[in-house]
């Protein structure tokens, strides 16, 4: 059975810095494509940054230059390294896995339950 389990989420403010993490279980870190979505209230979703299956990177542009995601494969564990944080980046983060082996394209299967994420200016 595949859990990710998202932390690090919390209250800072603007300027400051916070690391997420995402543990997965019953999961290939290494082989899968991972992506951090948020999603603010009243707003859509969105994809915050990806890693794929190749190691690509990718990011929405709002974060470029602000935001790395990384993996750790050895302890399944994905992360989201925010700094520059804005009030505007205030949402709840969620990690998400696509089916074992896949790369983004073929669309995410698994999901945390989030962690909170807000920034005060």
């Known amino acids: 059975q595949v859990q990710l389990m998202e932390s690090g989420g919390g209250s800072v403010q603007a300027g400051g810095s916070l690391r997420l993490s995402c543990a997965a279980s019953?999961?290939?870190?290494?082989?899968?494509?991972m992506a951090w979505f948020r999603q603010a209230p009243g707003k859509e979703r969105e994809a915050v940054a990806t890693?794929?299956?190749?190691?690509?990177?990718s990011y929405v542009d709002s974060v470029k230059g602000r935001f790395t995601i990384s993996k750790d494969s050895a302890k399944k564990i994905l992360y989201l390294q925010m700094s520059s944080l804005k009030p505007e980046d205030t949402a709840m983060y969620y990690c998400?896995?696509?089916?074992?082996?896949?790369?983004?394209?073929?669309?995410?299967?698994?999901w945390g339950q989030g962690t909170q994420v807000t920034v005060s200016s």
């Open positions: 998400a896995g696509v089916p074992y082996g896949n790369y983004c394209a073929r669309g995410y299967t698994y």
């Open positions: 019953g999961y290939s870190v290494r082989t899968s494509c």
């Open positions: 890693i794929d299956r190749d190691g690509s990177l």
